[in-house]
């Protein structure tokens, strides 16, 4: 179980964002995060709890090891409007993602 | 570049049957397990279905278990997701994606088709 917080969150333009993801037991760092945009597909963020994936804009990171996850938005930018998905991975199925946590401005 | 291009979706009644594809291009297909995913409308992301690399292994949600089935074409570079018996509840976005590496994250997506089931 990927248990993220808070569900949704209202901030202002270059607000830090901090997006939280628990697991139910410990995973060392086989942790992904995505950005949805609205009525588009999920997109790779971050894996390894805390590598940005080519083309990531230097202001998200990711951090946490074990049952405690961060997402941090630096600055957040009118284009980081979103929905954001944790993800479990390094194990067989069933693949575990988090409930989501809905960015607004 | 790497592509993901799915196509299938549509309007279906309840018990019917819907064949999704996933055309891939800009890699070597027969070196990445693929997957199914689905968003309800206004929901979360939902793991569907898995399959190797070489398609000798593949699991399947227990939501549809029995009633879907995922193949893949390595001569077309085409994924598949084969949907019988379809429910209401089947109703969503259905994504395909990459894994990066072997039960690992999923590094590319597709665009994503709507799959409606409705009387």
């Keep these: 179980q990927m248990t993220q917080s808070p569900s949704s969150l209202s901030a202002s333009l270059g607000d830090r964002v901090t ?8 995973i060392s760092d086989y942790l992904a995060w995505y950005q949805q ?3 588009k597909a999920p997109k790779l963020l971050i894996y390894e709890a805390s590598t940005l994936h080519s083309g990531v804009p230097s202001r998200f990171s990711g951090s946490g090891s074990g049952t405690d996850f961060t997402l941090t938005i630096s600055s957040l930018q009118p284009e980081d409007v979103a929905t954001y998905y944790c993800h479990r991975y390094n194990t067989a199925p ?9 960015v607004e401005i | 570049q790497v592509q993901l291009v799915v196509s ?5 009644k309840p018990g019917g049957s819907l064949r999704l594809s996933c055309e891939t291009s800009g890699f070597t297909f027969t070196d990445y397990f ?14 569907v279905a898995y399959i190797s690399a070489t398609t000798n292994v593949f699991y399947h949600a227990d939501s549809v278990q029995g009633r879907f089935t995922i193949s893949r074409d390595s001569a077309t570079n085409s994924l598949y997701l084969q949907m019988n018996s379809l429910r209401v509840e089947d109703t969503a976005v259905y994504y395909c ?16 088709v709507l799959v409606t089931v409705s009387s």
């Design chain 2, 8 to 12: 299938g979706g549509g309007l279906v």
């Design chain 1, 94 to 102: 069933p693949f575990t993602f988090g409930g989501g946590t809905k």
């Design chain 2, 97 to 112: 994606a990459r894994d990066r590496g072997r039960y690992s994250f999923f590094d590319f997506w597709g665009q994503g």
């Design chain 1, 37 to 39: 945009k609205p009525g």
């Design chain 2, 34 to 47: 693929m997957g199914w995913i689905r968003q309800a409308p206004g929901k979360g992301l939902e793991w």
């Design chain 1, 19 to 26: 997006i939280t993801c628990r697991a139910s037991q410990g």
